[in-house]
Each structure stands twice: as structure tokens, then as C-alpha cells.
């Protein structure tokens, strides 16, 4: 699938300004559209819109189809009437950073506080509104919403660690938990339901203004989710449906005991005795909400690397076999042809590249990746913008990576130079050079994250593989977007027909 020629910027919605600790689906996020379309963007990329789990990763989300309920705008809940009209901010708050430990609990309190307004005065149009969603979503939210009340209930231990009926599902035992929890139950169903009011609205309004949005599907999902405890018989889970062996990757360049991620895994054959009809839910569910999807980890559906549970790290596991073209042929059948982009990165072997052309999907290209070859095979570097297919997205780097000022001052004096005579550059204004070389490239898609825009250090890094604290709490302000990012995006995008 060709996209057309086109540029964008790579920012998830907590990262925007906004006086309630994180960035939200609300008014701010209406004047970044504003920004983008201002700025000659066509694309507004977002990380996963799922909740937040270990480490504040919105890629171990605990549902697969539910929104994060703290990207709910509290203002657009006060205009409702279900607020009061003055919210006082936590002094913990930072218009720089996320501090999760006090935004967390006060967003909580303060969306408890809308539900018991909601449900006690709240207009028939609207208990309406929100009766016709339930309905609509039942098919994964009635699971979700009871499977947040009861961990909610248990303290967030494990699901496998719940008394076994629950754990098993027993009819008699869900029944029961739906009655005794049934309030809390309803607290996270009218979340949902505004989580999903604000986020079309938004959608709507990108699109009003020539934005399209690229959402992200990652391959695993968490083992403390609600489609884990739902469908267990999916997953290499034991008869305790606790996992025997976690999803992960192995030792590279970059870590030297591998990535372990901790996901449960597929267990493949199961989705193909079903047609794959989990994933071809899954991704109708995720286009509603976006317009275009990076699925991560692409690799991973050629082979995959399994980690047994009991092992700390990456270093001891084996490639298995993924469903290949299967999974995809079974999407496209039920879905048609999709604008979905192939997260090709990582040890890549033919196999991979032959499937992503198989399938026409678009893939990945990172400049950051670019210029550490040595000696002949320098120029044979994938990532150069020299070897690249129009049917590519480049990145200057992605929000795994760090910033582009950050990464210049960590690589070699002889990759500084590598990138200074590939470029025509003295390095000054690394971050412009790199937009501008992804711009100029034959990629059909560009995409540029905000902290490149702004020239901002290491410091303004959006997470680092393999490390579980300390991540996902950049933001921005204002004041830092001057009127001149906007005019060189702009003017980049008149040259190089973006």
C-alpha cells in the first residue's frame, strides 16, 4: 500500500500542556491540530490510547480495546455539569513532566467524583447516550469494566491469584461479582464512555483541519488485562492460567541481556482454529479510533522469541514459528485492504522483509540508525536515505530512541563525522538536519517527534527499552513552540512536496 507523500509529527496526547498533570483529550489538544495543520502537517502520530501499566508504559495497557481514562478531559466533564466549575490542581503538578504518583490518584478522585454526579442527577439524553454505548462496546466492555472492578478489589494482584472461581470464570462466581460490584462496575463503563465521547470529537475536529492519526497496535498485550482473564485458551498460559514462558527479544548491539518484556504469547494455533478472530476484532477496533495503524513489532509475526517465565532476563530463548501471511490474509478478508505500517526494526532476517512485501505494507527507516556502519558496507546501510523505497516511513528516531541532540552527543566522533559529510552539515543544528533529510528522502511518509522540532536534550527522552521506571513523562509547553518551528516545517514541506 502506497501513502501518499506527506509529513507529521510524533507526540502522544499526555505529553501536551494542560493544567490537570498530563496532557488530555481537551482544549489543548485542539490547538496542537490547530498547530499541525498551521505548520503544512498532514499526520499526528499517538503511542497506544490504551491505559497505562508497569512503569507507566501505555504498551502494557490492561485492556486491549478500552481508552486510558486519564486522557479524559475534566473540563469537558465540568461543562457537563458532573464537575464543579473549579478543579484545584495537585502542587505536585509540572507543566514539564508527568509525576504519575500525583496525577494518578487526583485524575482518579476527580473522574469517581463525575461518575456519582453523572449517575445521581444526570440528564435522560445523556443516560441515554450512555446506555446505547454500553450496548454498542458490550462485546469487550462488560469484561473490561468487571475485570477493573475486581482488580480494583484484590489490590492488583494477578488475576490467576483471585479465588479460583473468579479466576476460572465460573458463571455462578461472575454473576455474583457483577451484584456485589456493580457500582464500581458502572464507574469504569462511564469512564469508557467519555474516554470514547472526547476522542471522536477530537478525531472529528483533526479531521476538519486535513489530519490524519496514526495510532499503534502492540503486538502483546499484558498479562493483567482484561482479554488475558477473558480468553485465556489464546495464550501459553498453564492450567493455573499463570504463563510458563513470556514474549520478549533477544541480545543485541544495544542491550546485552536482550529486552524481557513479560507478555504472555499467542498461542497461535488456537486464533487460526478460530480464523483469527480475536485479531480481526482487535484491529476493526483500532481503526475506529484511528486512521492509519503501526503494528509493533512486525517481526514478530514471522518468528518470535520466547522467554521461559523464569528466567530474569532475555538471554536464554528460542525463535518459534509466528502465523505469517495467515494472520494478515484473515484481516484482510473480513476487513479489506487497510493503511497499516509495518514496525520492521530490530535483527531483521529475509523472511521479515519478504512478508512485509508480501503484504505491501510500508516500513520503517530510523536516521539515528543510519551511520555507525564501518568500512564497505557503510553505504549499504538500510536506514541511509540512499536506500530507501517510497514505500517507507522515515523517523529521525522513534519514541524509543533518544532525542536527536541527545543521541548526537552519545554516538562517535567518527559517526559525528559520517553524518556530517553524508549531509553537507556542520552539525550545529543536528535536529533541523535530520527533519530535513527525512523531508527530502523519497519515503512517502516523514515523521518528525516533537522534541526534535524543538531541539530539546536527553532529558526530554520519551522512554528507554529495557528500563521499567523513570519513562513516558515528557511534556511540552507552550511557550517552548515558537513561530519559527512551524514556518521551517512548513517550508520544508513546500520544497520537498510533503
Not at 355 to 373: D, E, K
Not at 408 to 432: F, K, N, P, T
Request: charged content about 20%.
Amino acid at each position: 500500500m502506497r501513502f501518499p507523500r506527506a509529513s507529521g509529527i510524533l507526540l502522544h496526547p499526555t505529553s501536551l500542556p494542560g493544567p490537570h498533570g498530563s496532557g488530555d483529550l481537551g482544549i489543548e489538544a485542539r490547538h496542537f491540530v490547530d498547530w499541525l495543520a498551521a505548520s503544512g502537517q498532514s499526520l499526528w502520530q499517538i503511542l497506544p490510547l490504551g491505559g497505562i501499566g508497569p512503569g507507566n508504559s501505555p504498551y502494557m495497557s490492561s485492556s486491549a480495546f478500552a481508552g486510558n481514562v486519564l486522557l479524559i478531559d475534566l473540563a469537558e466533564l465540568q461543562a457537563q455539569g458532573w464537575l464543579p466549575a473549579t478543579l484545584t490542581p495537585d502542587p505536585a503538578f509540572s507543566g514539564t513532566a508527568i509525576h504519575f504518583s500525583a496525577v494518578v490518584p487526583w485524575r482518579m478522585a476527580r473522574l469517581q467524583e463525575a461518575a456519582t454526579c453523572f449517575f445521581l442527577s444526570a440528564s435522560s439524553q445523556a443516560r441515554q447516550n450512555y446506555a446505547n454505548f454500553c450496548a454498542a462496546q458490550a462485546g469487550w466492555l462488560d469484561d473490561y469494566a468487571l475485570f477493573m472492578a475486581l482488580a480494583d478489589h484484590y489490590g492488583w494482584q494477578d488475576w490467576c491469584d483471585w479465588p479460583a472461581p473468579l479466576a476460572r470464570r465460573e458463571p455462578a462466581a461472575l454473576n455474583e461479582a457483577r451484584q456485589q460490584h456493580a457500582e464500581r462496575i458502572n464507574f469504569w463503563k462511564f469512564c469508557q464512555c467519555a474516554f470514547f465521547r472526547q476522542w471522536h470529537s477530537l478525531k472529528t475536529y483533526a479531521h476538519s483541519k486535513g489530519i490524519q492519526i496514526i495510532g499503534d497496535a502492540p503486538i502483546f498485550i499484558a498479562y493483567q488485562s482484561a482479554e488475558v482473564w477473558a480468553r485465556p485458551d489464546l495464550f501459553e498460559l498453564d492450567t493455573d492460567g499463570k504463563p510458563q514462558v513470556v514474549a520478549g527479544v533477544p541480545p543485541d548491539a544495544f542491550t546485552a541481556e536482550g529486552q524481557r518484556w513479560g507478555n504472555p504469547l499467542y498461542r497461535w494455533s488456537a486464533h487460526a482454529a478460530e480464523h483469527y478472530a480475536w485479531w480481526i476484532t482487535r484491529i476493526r477496533r483500532t481503526f475506529e479510533l484511528v486512521d492509519i495503524v503501526r503494528i509493533d513489532h512486525f517481526r514478530g509475526f514471522v518468528d518470535y522469541w520466547e522467554i521461559p517465565a523464569s528466567e530474569p532476563n532475555a538471554i536464554k530463548g528460542r525463535w518459534l514459528a509466528g502465523p505469517g501471511a495467515a494472520l494478515f490474509e484473515a484481516i484482510s478478508a473480513a476487513l479489506g485492504p487497510l493503511p497499516i505500517i509495518a514496525e520492521d526494526l530490530g535483527i531483521l532476517t529475509p523472511a521479515v522483509d519478504a512478508l512485509r512485501q508480501q503484504l505491501g505494507l510500508p516500513g520503517m527507516r530510523i536516521l539515528h540508525f543510519a551511520f555507525g556502519s564501518q568500512g564497505e558496507e557503510r553505504s549499504a546501510n538500510a536506514y541511509l536515505p540512499h536506500n530507501y523505497s517510497p514505500d517507507t516511513v522515515v523517523y529521525t528516531g522513534t519514541h524509543d530512541n533518544d532525542t536527536t541532540r541527545g543521541w548526537w552527543a552519545e554516538i562517535s566522533e567518527a559517526e559525528r563525522q559520517h553524518v556530517r559529510d553524508y549531509l553537507a552539515i556542520d552539525g550545529a543544528d543536528i535536529h533541523w538536519s535530520l527533519i530535513r533529510a527525512a523531508c527530502a528522502s523519497v519515503a512517502d511518509t516523514a515523521i518528525h517527534p516533537l522534541q526534535d522540532v524543538l531541539g530539546l536534550g536527553t532529558e526530554a527522552r520519551m522512554n528507554f527499552p529495557g528500563k521499567a521506571e523513570g519513562y513516558w513523562q515528557w511534556r511540552f509547553e507552550w511557550a517552548q513552540l515558537q513561530p519559527r518551528h512551524g514556518e521551517l516545517l512548513a517550508s520544508l514541506c513546500r520544497l520537498y512536496r510533503r
